[in-house]
């Protein structure tokens, strides 16, 4: 069986259609993936030098996710798969860049499919928390709070189905400018919140 | 482990929060259902007879779904599961009572976890489609699209993960009083779109 009287177009926003994202995998055959390598992420870890190693030596892909050709109305919802690899540079687990919206009002929901880990929410102001996903649970990124998720099994991909505004827009610069106040890295085993060392007042 | 910072209130929509939803049943330790009965649907289905029947004998619960409360504002999102039982209504399959959103020009993502159904997709002008949904589908409602959830399995529940604008809004009056335009019915073992005979033009 299939949809009845479905538009040809397999990417129909205006009119409706079914985008297929595998559980296990994150990935779709109706949509690629842009992937992040390390070397996409000069700066963003503590030890930089270990990431820098990492990045000639193999230049892993950290994270994937999907970018829907969605038109960019505060109406329309963008939607998709994120696939955060595991791996560590130094003790500190890899994350995704993490990102403030540009409209910053607009929050995003994250329903998690497989894997460990934790979105790390921090406000201009600075409050901050880090909140634990596992298969099952959604994660609320509220309005005005940067998001990057975190990836701490030693094995397995972390994967999200996210859903934001699609006018939101990203602000990567900022975090990139001037990190997160916290760092989430493995300490004895345990994932461990610590101060950012090179976190940069405003 | 858990989330680190976390605010002491499990629904905090301001800071985030963590909401877990079952991928086998829908159901969450932290939010309940709100539940729709046969007999609060009544003149929906084809055959009114039957369902009054089926309403005074057991009254089945036809679908339950989560109604989180987050500030309805054009930056926040609403979440949660949808849960449509399997049954039928003479040859018609159980269905969702299907609502435009009051804030038309918003759309909304499903992604199917469990079962097999349709999302019967219709707008004002009479455009009509409807999405197939298996686990691992997302399905997008556009904006102006009158939307409703169908279960065409026997025995399987049809279990859905929604994200729409927090303010966007429920019509449910429109369809309660004109109907759509098409049907989801069986025949022979077969789902089949028909015209819907009691369809009330404008």
Redesign the interface.
């Known amino acids: ?7 040809s177009n397999a990417l129909d ?11 296990e995998t994150g990935l779709s055959k109706t949509a690629q993936t842009g992937k992040r390598r390390l070397s996409q992420m000069k700066g963003m870890f503590q030890d930089e030098a270990a990431r820098e190693e990492l990045s000639r030596h193999g230049d892993p892909v950290v994270y994937e996710f999907h970018s829907l050709p969605l038109p960019e ?5 963008a ?1 998709g798969c994120s696939i955060l690899n595991p791996g560590k540079v130094g003790d500190e687990y890899f994350f995704t860049k993490g990102h403030f919206h540009t ?1 910053l ?5 994250y ?1 998690c499919l497989k894997g460990h880990g ?2 790390l ?1 921090e406000d201009p102001q600075g ?7 596992s ?9 005005r ?1 940067a998001h990057r998720s975190i990836n701490v099994s030693a094995t397995e991909q972390l994967i999200t ?1 996210f ?3 699609a006018d939101a827009g990203h602000d990567y610069g900022t975090i990139e400018t001037k990190g997160y106040r916290k760092l989430l890295v493995e300490k004895n085993g ?2 461990t ?1 610590v101060d950012n060392p090179n976190w940069k007042r405003g």
Do not use: H
Request: glycine letters at 6%.
């Open positions: 069986m299939a949809s009845f009287n479905a538009s926003f205006l009119r409706g259609c079914v985008v297929d994202f595998d559980p109305t505060p109406g329309d919802l939607f409209i009002d607009t929050g995003e929901v329903y934790y979105m929410l409050d901050w928390s880090a909140q634990e996903l298969p099952g649970k959604a994660v609320y990124v509220p309005k709070y189905f859903v934001f505004r345990i994932p919140i």
